[in-house]
């Protein structure tokens, strides 16, 4: 029997890979709604990601695998994403007689002018938005490119751990599908999201829902892990953990973590200054962090006081069903470490 309200997806899962972890994140839809059935966060050696990049498949597939165990099984096809930063978009106006084969044929000619790859290095993929206003017998076509080898490493580290990579998609699209189920997001507005991981700064900027604005710094929760590792000794796997756990020793927050606020206050407000000068030029009406380094306690709030923006802490599953396997609690303070995983889950119900 078909049931309308049962679980459409099962056996998918959007697979987030960090530079300090993986996160898998399973949704399903029950009728107009979400639930978060499982997630899991497993932390990676800082030899497997560098720089954005998949530099050891067989950790990265390791660390997947041991995921899908704490999922407890049964997810079958992954959603990945490329860094925005290993992608170039483009807006292209081409004629309307061009379809099917003939399209792509010429979305490659047009293609060739701009990548600075030989083609046959490059994953190409498009989409046809609709007619441009001014000459309707134009196209206006979305081109996304990536090295193909960048794609191919992501596809390879999923593929290894028994899983079916379905879906390639790019972060700043992931991220987009998230903001309706944040609180207080408006769909009209101009919003900032900042994503502070370990080692990237991303800020994208939204209209409409739809990104307008992308910028990455190399700034994250390393330094912090860093700095405790040299004056204390401790481990950095050790450390993330137990900032995660919030169970680090009271003095190292009072002399470490609770300072390092500022430092990522002033790399954030950095970023918004970045794209103030770049020409959009309204004020922001709501700002959102997001990535682990947003959960310092605090971190919002003095952000709100410096950048005169409402600002919160992104969590996409304060609205939606949570699976009653799940300890609602810790997937609370989990939660803006998962809003890419989040955003790529997302995917499975617009096939
Ligand atoms: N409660 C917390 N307080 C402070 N820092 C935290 C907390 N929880 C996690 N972190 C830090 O967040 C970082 C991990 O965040 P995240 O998982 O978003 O990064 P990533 O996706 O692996 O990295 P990147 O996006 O830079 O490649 C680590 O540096 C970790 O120490
Ligand atoms: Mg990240």
């Keep these: 029997m078909v049931s309308l ?7 998918w899962v959007g697979v987030d890979i960090g530079s300090s972890s993986v996160k898998l994140v399973s949704l399903s839809q029950h009728g107009q709604s979400y639930q978060v059935d499982t997630y899991a966060i497993v932390a990676l050696p800082p030899t497997a990601v560098v720089d954005g990049s998949v530099e050891n498949q067989s950790e990265v597939s390791e660390a997947i695998e041991r995921g899908l165990k704490i999922c407890g099984g049964k997810l079958k096809n992954a959603i990945v994403a490329v860094p925005s930063s290993a992608v170039i978009t483009k807006r292209l106006e081409i004629s309307n007689v061009f379809t099917g084969l003939e399209l792509e044929e010429q979305v490659k ?9 030989a083609l046959d290095e490059v994953a190409l993929d498009f ?9 309707p017998s134009l196209n206006e076509i979305l081109l996304v490119a990536c090295r193909r080898d ?42 900032g999201l900042v994503d502070i991981g370990a080692a990237t700064l991303t800020l994208n900027v939204f209209r409409n829902g739809k990104v307008v604005y992308n910028r990455e710094q190399a700034f994250g929760g390393n330094e912090l892990t860093n700095a405790i590792h040299q004056q204390y000794g401790m481990e ?10 919030g169970e680090l020793d009271a ?3 009072e002399m470490l973590v609770l300072p390092f606020r ?17 020409g959009i030029q309204s004020q922001l009406n709501e700002l959102y962090l997001a990535g682990g380094t947003a959960s310092i306690e605090g971190l919002a709030d003095m952000m709100q006081e410096e950048i005169g923006v409402p600002t919160h802490v992104a969590n996409p599953f304060k609205n939606i069903r949570i699976g009653s396997r799940l300890n609602q609690e810790r997937l609370m303070k989990d939660a803006p470490m998962l809003v890419k995983a989040c955003g790529l889950a997302l995917r499975s119900f617009d096939r």
């Design 109 to 117: 000619i047009e293609a060739d002018q701009f990548i600075p790859y």
């Design 262 to 278: 500022q430092s990522v206050i002033q790399q954030a407000s950095r970023a918004l200054q970045f794209f103030y000068s770049s």
């Design 150 to 191: 960048d794609v191919a490493r992501r596809e390879e580290s999923v593929n290894g751990a028994e899983l079916k990579c379905d879906i390639v998609d790019v972060d700043t699209f992931s991220t987009e599908r998230v903001l309706p189920l944040l609180e207080e997001f408006d769909p009209e507005a101009l919003v």
């Design 127 to 135: 989409e046809v938005i609709g007619p441009v206003e001014k000459a």
């Design 251 to 253: 003095e190292i927050m």
């Design 5 to 11: 309200f049962g679980n459409k997806t099962a056996g």
């Design 236 to 245: 950095a796997t050790e450390v993330e953990k137990q900032l995660r756990n």
